[in-house]
């Protein structure tokens, strides 16, 4: 079955700081891999997505993921941090066995960032 | 286009009732799932419905049910609630199957 492990629980970082948020998967197929971000009292935002081609995957509000098959990661990161990131981030792998597609996600990781 | 959308925003029960949660999903879509998010975790897949059938069942028991209408909304009916029932529920929908799921902004469901 599919599962994903997201390291660390809280992250904090300076405004202007790089952003590094971690998740490691497991699939016993080729995985199909999202990062999703949740703000106070609201729903998940697709942030990006990784099927396949390129390892590289950028998506909106300059946050981009490397999709790496040897370490089995999909760590996030943003190049610098401004106060409106701050909100949860989870990430996710699509599991389509039986015929639906459901996703299974991290128990994901509040990021702070600090002015 | 209007985004998906779930009512109420919030509800309180007590153990042993019943509930009944809504989503109204983007227009054309005809796949709806369901997740139970608990305090501090990540969201759990309650079920998934494609035109009008269940097509996928997480960890969940029967009391846990749900219906799609052809209308685009669905519904997430739990019985016998229970305390741990107390959490976020969202739901998604999608054009398709396999297609990006596009999220509410969930109910926040107390259950005393």
Redesign the interface.
């Known amino acids: 079955a599919q599962s ?1 492990t997201q390291l660390g629980s809280h992250v904090s970082v300076s405004e202007g700081a790089l952003v590094l948020l971690r998740c490691n998967y497991s699939s016993s197929v080729p995985p199909y891999l999202f990062w ?1 971000v949740q703000y106070p ?6 942030l990006l ?1 990784y099927t396949t081609g390129a390892t590289l995957v950028k998506g909106i509000n300059g946050f981009e993921a490397e999709f790496k098959k040897s370490e089995t990661s999909f760590h996030l990161t943003k190049p610098s941090a401004h106060m409106s990131d701050a909100a949860e981030y ?1 990430c ?1 792998v699509s599991d ?1 066995q ?11 990781t509040k990021l702070t960032v600090n002015p | 286009e209007t985004g998906v959308t779930q009512s109420p925003t919030h509800l309180i029960k007590t153990r042993g009732q019943q509930v009944t949660l809504r989503c109204s999903s983007q227009s054309g879509h005809n796949t709806v799932s369901w997740y139970q998010q608990a305090l501090g975790q990540g969201p759990q897949f309650i079920f998934q419905y494609y035109r009008e059938e269940e097509n996928g069942r997480g960890n969940f028991p029967p009391r846990f049910s749900g219906l799609q209408f052809p209308n685009y909304s669905s519904e997430l009916n739990v019985n016998a609630l229970e305390l741990d029932d107390s959490a976020l529920y969202l739901c998604a929908s999608s054009l398709d199957l396999y297609s990006e799921q596009f999220f509410g902004p969930g109910t926040r469901l107390t259950v005393l």
């Open positions: 994903v999703y009292n609201q729903g998940l935002q697709l997505k989870f996710a389509r039986g015929g639906s597609e459901k996703l299974v996600f991290g128990k994901g």
